[in-house]
C-alpha cells in the first residue's frame, strides 16, 4: 500500500467520524462520559490552574486569534515564506467558517449558564482555531527554522497549547468533552488537507525550480 493510499484511508475514516459525532451531537445533548469528565476536570481547585485556564480561552476569542494570525504572518513574511504566510492566514479562516456552519446544522445546546458565550456547543471553535494554527505552526517550524532544536520545542508547545485550550474549554464549562473531541477531528482534518496540498504541490514545484536552477 502506497503512503498516499494510507494517507488517504486514514483520512477518509476521520472525516466518516467527524460525520457520525456531528450526529449524533444532534440527537444528544451529552454522550457518555461528558457529565463525569466535565466534573472530574471541574472538580480541579487550584488558583493557578483556573488563571492558567482563562489566560488560555482568552487567547482562542476572535480578537487574539487575528492578532496572532496577523504576527504569525509577518514573521512567515519576514523569511520570505509567501506561500507559508498565505497558509495561516487562509486556513484559519476556513476553519472558523467550516465550524460555524457546523455549529449552526447541529445546533447542541451547551452545558447550562453558558447560554452568554453563545447557543450552539458542538464543535467548540476555540479548539479548532488552536488545532488548525498550533497544526500549521508544528507542521511548518521545521520548514522555516535553520534550528532544529527551536524548531522541536516549538513543536511540543503548540502540542501542549492544543491540549490545555481543549481542557480550558471544558473546566470553564464552555463546551462538554465531545465537543471538544469533535474540535480536535475538524481542526485535523483541515490541517490534513493543508498538509496534503503542501507536500505535494508546493513543495515539489519548489523542489523542481531548484533543480531547473541548479
Not at 32 to 58: K, R
Not at 123 to 134: E, F, L, Q
Request: overall charge neutral; hydrophobic content about 55%.
Amino acid at each position: 500500500m502506497s503512503v498516499t493510499r494510507l494517507y488517504f484511508g486514514i483520512y477518509i475514516f476521520f472525516f466518516i467520524l467527524f460525520g457520525v459525532l456531528c450526529y449524533l451531537a444532534h440527537e444528544y445533548a451529552t454522550f457518555p462520559g461528558d457529565v463525569t469528565i466535565s466534573t472530574w476536570i471541574q472538580g480541579i481547585d487550584s488558583s493557578f490552574f483556573t488563571q492558567l485556564m482563562e489566560a488560555v480561552s482568552f487567547l482562542g476569542r476572535a480578537v487574539s486569534v487575528g492578532i496572532t494570525i496577523a504576527l504569525l504572518a509577518v514573521g512567515l513574511l519576514l523569511f520570505r515564506r509567501i506561500r507559508e504566510a498565505f497558509i495561516i492566514i487562509i486556513l484559519p479562516a476556513i476553519a472558523g467558517l467550516t465550524n460555524e456552519l457546523a455549529k449552526a446544522l447541529i445546533d447542541r445546546p451547551r452545558p447550562e449558564g453558558t447560554l452568554a458565550m453563545g447557543i450552539n456547543s458542538f464543535p467548540s471553535g476555540h479548539t479548532t482555531y488552536a488545532t488548525v494554527i498550533c497544526g500549521c505552526i508544528f507542521f511548518l517550524a521545521p520548514r522555516v527554522l535553520k534550528w532544529p532544536l527551536a524548531a522541536r520545542l516549538i513543536q511540543v508547545l503548540s502540542v501542549l497549547f492544543i491540549a490545555i485550550m481543549g481542557i480550558s474549554r471544558v473546566f470553564l464549562e464552555a463546551h462538554w468533552p465531545s465537543d471538544v473531541l469533535g474540535s480536535l477531528i475538524l481542526g485535523g482534518l483541515i490541517l490534513a488537507t493543508e498538509i496534503f496540498i503542501y507536500r505535494y504541490y508546493v513543495e515539489s514545484a519548489r523542489i523542481e525550480s531548484e533543480v531547473e536552477n541548479a
